[in-house]
């Protein structure tokens, strides 16, 4: 796993960069679900060899229960 450490960058550069990544993160994440809510309406676990779309988030995508 990555380590991440910024004791050599400024305050306003962390504060920016951090507002930066966050708002990144929002983007990735409203994207996610929406891959989710497709995968769950087609059921497209099924075929891939889950029987739930709890077991692929688990299984597959390996998110905690």
Known sequence: ?????????SEPALLRDCET???????????????LAEVDARKAYVPAGYDSMFAYCVGALRLSE
Do not use: C
């Not at 380590?3 to 960058?9: A, G, I, M």
């Open 21 to 35: 990544v966050h708002a990144r993160e929002r983007g990735v994440t409203a994207e996610a679900l929406a891959y």
């Open 1 to 9: 796993m990555k380590s991440y450490s910024f004791p050599q960058v």
